[in-house]
């Protein structure tokens, strides 16, 4: 069964970086799509940032844009979301998501890491 | 961007009761495929998030069938035709047609009365 699991997530200071990773299993990651979507506390869902299978194609929310960078490992079946120029409002839990279906129906889901950005 | 509204934003509901949520977008979200790029998705504490319908209708694999969605256009419902005890959580709306970005609802939050 299709497997995701988050890790990186760490209490950071504004201004700081931070790297997230997404161990990909179950099915086959260099298929496919792959996004990161985000979630702050007490808030709703925001997507962060997409890749296509072969990283040809990066798009990345205006919130995030020029701050974080959407990377993958097909050898490895890995995700990444490099951060940088944390906010404060960057705080939220992230999720890595599949693009099945089609590259936009956001499949399965991780259970996700939190990310704090605060002094 | 495109703008998805849903209501009701708190649904209390009496188990074994009908509920609806509605989800209207800014534009149609009718793509030049023919498609329609509407999903729902349900986030249940302690529970990663989990898509139940995609492209309006289609309900997902292991998703009860008292689930159902459909619409077209801009205008689009989740039913949950008798309302249990494990439906409740928070479910959003999610269109894939005008993208990027990917835009949601501001979500519904489920609760039994």
């Known amino acids: 069964q299709v497997q995701l699991v988050e890790s990186g997530g760490d209490v950071v200071q504004p201004g700081g970086s931070l790297r997230l990773s997404c161990t990909a299993s179950g099915f086959t990651f260099h298929k496919y799509a792959m996004h990161w979507v985000r979630q702050a506390p007490g808030k709703g869902l925001e997507w962060v940032a997409f890749i296509r299978y072969d990283s040809s194609n990066k798009y990345y929310a205006d919130s995030v844009k020029g701050r974080f960078t959407i990377s993958r490992d097909n050898f490895k079946t890995t995700l990444f979301l490099q951060m940088s120029n944390m906010r404060v409002e960057d705080t939220a839990v992230y999720y890595c998501?599949?693009?099945?279906?089609?590259?936009?129906?956001?499949?399965?889901w991780g259970q996700g890491t939190l990310v704090t950005v605060s002094s | 961007d495109v703008v998805m509204t849903q209501s009701p934003l708190s649904l209390p509901v009496t188990l074994g009761q009908p509920a609806s949520i509605s989800c209207r977008s800014s534009q149609s979200l009718v793509y030049s495929d023919g498609n329609t790029y509407l999903n729902w998705f349900q986030l249940r504490p302690g529970h990663s998030p989990r898509r139940l319908i995609y492209k309006v209708s289609n309900r997902d694999s292991g998703v009860p069938d008292r689930f159902s969605g459909s619409g077209s256009g801009s205008d689009f419902t989740l039913k949950i035709s008798r309302v249990e005890a494990e439906d409740v959580g928070v479910y959003y709306c999610m269109q894939g047609t005008h993208w990027p970005p990917l835009t949601f609802g501001q979500g519904t939050r489920l609760e039994i009365k």
């Open positions: 998501v599949t693009g099945m279906t089609t590259v936009t129906t956001l499949d399965y």
